[in-house]
Each structure stands twice: as structure tokens, then as C-alpha cells.
């Protein structure tokens, strides 16, 4: 059985973030790392993994490191949806695969429940269903009393959903090939070409065992969804600090902390787990970094920084700067005095705005997400849920309240004067008001 792990598409609900989220740094890993991990252990062996002309190229630079599995790599021309990138890969599939969202994280569990069916079991297609307690913008799942899909409803406006059980793109299908035939005849105008062969094939009595997964489930579909997966590989994992690591005497480290190679914890530094440091990041003098925070390599968190419930990207500096539950990007520079505001007065929940639509994020702090190698100059701040783009400047002074598109820059430029000094200090003076009471 192989394997088929979808990379082509673009998530384009992830800006200003660009690098595709499967590519995204977990604890020292990509993602697809991670996802490639969990199906070993669950005893698959062989992957193909279809990418796009963009990224399949780090694709197979990543695989290579990977041991003890065999890959095989296919390009999806464009991203229309799961149905053209699984007959993109036709000529390598067999009779029997198992089709993954790597943008998707879930424990080994669900795997083991999937595969334990197939075994027990004699259905056509067997996908997992996960029960949900409010809308979710995916698909919706259909059941019988015997647990088999009737019906699958992509994307159902809020209130009209089939039932509370919700597709986890984990499916395994027996016979890829018939799967086609039902792709083949689907007419939609909408990208839901795969799901609807689905729906097809249980609509002419092709047996698909919906398989109910209650364990954990986090997709990645918007930026703030990474602080779910962080604080899930967080929770996972077990402190350990890296021999080739220099933590001050004097520095706080307590908690589950992980910390990478070659990392320096200078004095009166305190760091709180559960917290992530990739190698070499420097917490410097007086930083804290609290609960929940993954900082990326080779970062510097200078001089009195916080870094609370934030991702960061490789690279970046800071310097006395407050940076609250925020998603920053690789190479970014903040001045001295920098802040990401992430709590409204009137303590509601915090939207970002697309467009002209603003999406809830069901979090009341928030920061801001922002692109790859920006800069804020000093004193600078910005409002809970902005998103500033890749290679953009946020000014000295400026309080940012809007978005800010990429490239572009932001300065806070008052009408001033130069005019000649005319006032002069005199001594005298200083002298009598030093002499004053209470001065």
C-alpha cells in the first residue's frame, strides 16, 4: 500500500505567510517530517508525494534525509484540487492507497484506527470522520446506521451541515482505479471534484466505511491555526536541553523546555515552558520567554524582550520588544521598543480581515502575522490581528491599525520646523532653582 501525501496545492488563506504550511518548522522538522514519521510508525513503508513545480524541488531535498522509507514524486501542473493531483499521479498508484492531507495533523492513532478496519472489514473506501461541537468550514459527512457515508456536503453554509461528524482527509481507498472512473464522470463547478466522486460512489452502493476518530485533530487553514499545532507538538515532547548548549547560572529555565545545539541563555534570562529554542538562538540579558513559544534558529532575543505564546521564523532579532501571541516569519528585525499588541480593550474575540471580510479567529489574544524579512523601527507599535506582508517596514512611532500590503513601507512623518536656537541656558538660573525648596 502506498502512501500519497498532497503537497501541490497553494494556501493562499495563510498570508502573509508564504512558505507552504507543510514546509512550516516544527521542533526542528518540517511538518511533512513529521507526517512521513507518524505513517512509519504505523508500519507504511512506501510514499509518493505530489508536489508543485514551486516546491517539489525541497520536496525531494527534504525526502533524501529521510531513512528507511522509499519515495516516489510526482509535479501536479496546477492546483486544481485532490482529484487532478491523484490522476496527476495514476501511472504510480496501485490497487489499494491511502490518501493524506500532510497540512492536517492528527496523532498515530488515527492511522492505526483506519488500518484496523481495512483489515476487519471488506468496504470499498474507508475515510475518518471526526465529531466537531460548532461549524467548521470543511466537509460533512452523511452516515448510515451501519457507519457508512450516504452523502458528503462540501463547504455547507453554518446550520444546514448533514450531521457534526467532519472529514478528515486520512482515506484509504481499495481500489484506486474505480475511484477514477466516478472522477472521470463528475460535472461540478465547484473544487469539490473528489468529494463528489465519493458521494458518487456511495450514492451506487460502493460500501464507504466512515471510521470515527475522537482523538487529536488540528488542519492548518489559516495562520493562528499554527498555535494549535505548536502547542500540540509542545505538550508531546519531553524537556531536553542540547549538550552543546550554554545556559547562564544565572539564567531561569523551568518548565518543558526544548532547547536546540548551540544555543546561549545569558544572565537573568528566564525562559518558561513549554517552550521551543532552535539551535542557535541567543535569549539575551533580561529576556523572557514565556509559555507556549517556538523560536526558530539562529535568532536573537535581545535585552528585556518578552516573547509570549509566539512563532517565529529563522533568523530573526529583537530588542527590547514585547512580541504577544503573534506569527512572525523568517529574517525580521524588530527596533527597540516594538510592540504586538494581542488584547482589544473591550476584550472580544479578535478578527483578522481578507478582504472586505473579517474571519474570527476564537481567540481574544492575538498579535499579528507577519511576512518574511520585515522590520518595525523603535517604539513602534501594532494592533491585535494586523497583517503586515513580506519585505515591508513598519516606521519608528507608528502605531500600525491597518494591514500593510508587501514591499511597502509605513513612516510616521509629522509637518516639523528647524529653526535657529534663540534660548539660552543660563547658570544662574540653574543655580537658584537648585537652591529652591523641594527641588
Known amino acids: ?38 505513517a512509519h ?107 457508512e457515508l450516504t452523502r458528503i456536503v ?21 481500489n484506486i482505479h474505480k475511484l477514477f472512473e466516478y472522477i472521470d464522470i463528475v460535472q461540478t463547478t465547484r473544487d469539490d471534484v473528489y468529494e463528489c466522486a465519493l458521494d458518487g460512489m456511495a450514492r451506487h452502493a460502493y460500501k464507504i466505511q466512515v471510521v470515527r476518530y475522537d482523538g487529536f485533530w488540528a488542519p492548518i487553514k489559516y495562520p493562528w491555526h499554527i498555535f494549535d499545532i505548536v502547542k500540540y507538538f509542545l505538550d508531546s515532547s519531553q524537556g531536553k536541553i542540547a549538550a552543546s548548549a550554554s545556559v547562564s547560572e544565572r539564567a531561569t529555565v523551568a518548565g518543558n523546555v526544548v532547547i536546540g545545539e548551540n544555543v546561549r541563555i545569558l544572565e537573568n534570562a ?76 473591550d476584550e472580544k474575540e479578535i478578527p483578522v480581515k481578507y478582504g472586505q471580510q473579517k474571519i474570527g479567529t476564537l481567540r481574544d489574544h492575538f498579535g499579528a502575522i507577519i511576512g518574511d524579512n520585515c522590520k518595525t523601527g523603535i517604539n513602534s507599535g501594532i494592533l491585535p490581528g494586523r497583517r503586515i506582508g513580506p519585505n515591508s517596514i513598519v516606521g519608528s512611532h507608528v502605531c500600525l491599525a491597518t494591514d500593510l500590503a508587501p514591499g511597502t513601507v509605513v513612516l510616521n512623518l509629522p509637518p516639523t520646523q528647524t529653526i535657529k536656537n534663540t534660548i539660552e541656558a543660563k547658570a544662574m538660573s540653574k543655580q537658584k532653582i537648585k537652591r529652591k525648596p523641594g527641588k
Not at 512506501?46 to 525531494?60: D, M
Open 1 to 38: 500500500m502506498k502512501v500519497v501525501l498532497l503537497c501541490g496545492g497553494v494556501g493562499k488563506r495563510m498570508f502573509p505567510i508564504t512558505e507552504d504550511k507543510f514546509l512550516l518548522d516544527f521542533m526542528g522538522r518540517t511538518l511533512l517530517e513529521h507526517q512521513v514519521e507518524l
Open 41 to 147: 510508525k504505523a508500519g507504511l513503508r512506501n510514499f509518493v508525494v505530489i508536489g508543485n513545480p514551486g516546491n517539489i524541488g525541497q520536496i525531494k531535498q527534504i525526502a533524501t534525509a529521510i531513512k528507511g522509507v522509499k519515495f516516489e514524486f510526482v509535479v501536479q501542473a496546477q492546483p486544481l484540487g485532490i482529484a487532478d493531483a491523484l490522476k496527476a499521479a495514476a501511472a504510480v498508484l496501485d490497487s489499494a492507497v491511502l490518501v493524506v492531507n500532510p497540512n492536517d495533523v492528527f496523532d498515530d492513532s488515527a492511522y492505526r484506527l483506519l488500518l484496523d478496519a481495512y483489515k476487519q472489514q471488506n468496504a470499498s473506501s474507508y475515510i475518518l470522520g471526526y465529531r466537531v461541537t460548532r461549524y467548521f468550514p470543511g466537509g460533512y459527512l452523511a452516515v448510515n446506521d451501519q457507519g
Open 154 to 174: 462540501e463547504k455547507p453554509e453554518p446550520g444546514t451541515q448533514p450531521s457534526n461528524l467532519v472529514n478528515i482527509l486520512l482515506h484509504l481507498h481499495t
Open 270 to 345: 528566564v525562559v518558561r515552558g513549554p517552550v521551543y529554542i532552535g539551535p542557535g538562538t541567543v535569549i539575551g540579558n533580561n529576556a523572557l520567554v514565556r509559555e507556549y513559544s517556538h523560536i526558530g534558529a539562529n535568532c536573537v532575543v535581545g535585552f528585556s524582550t518578552e516573547i509570549k505564546g509566539s512563532y517565529t521564523g529563522d533568523g530573526c532579532w529583537f530588542h527590547s520588544s514585547y512580541i504577544g501571541d503573534s506569527i512572525i516569519g523568517n529574517h525580521c528585525s524588530f527596533g527597540a521598543g516594538s510592540v504586538t499588541a494581542n488584547f482589544r480593550f
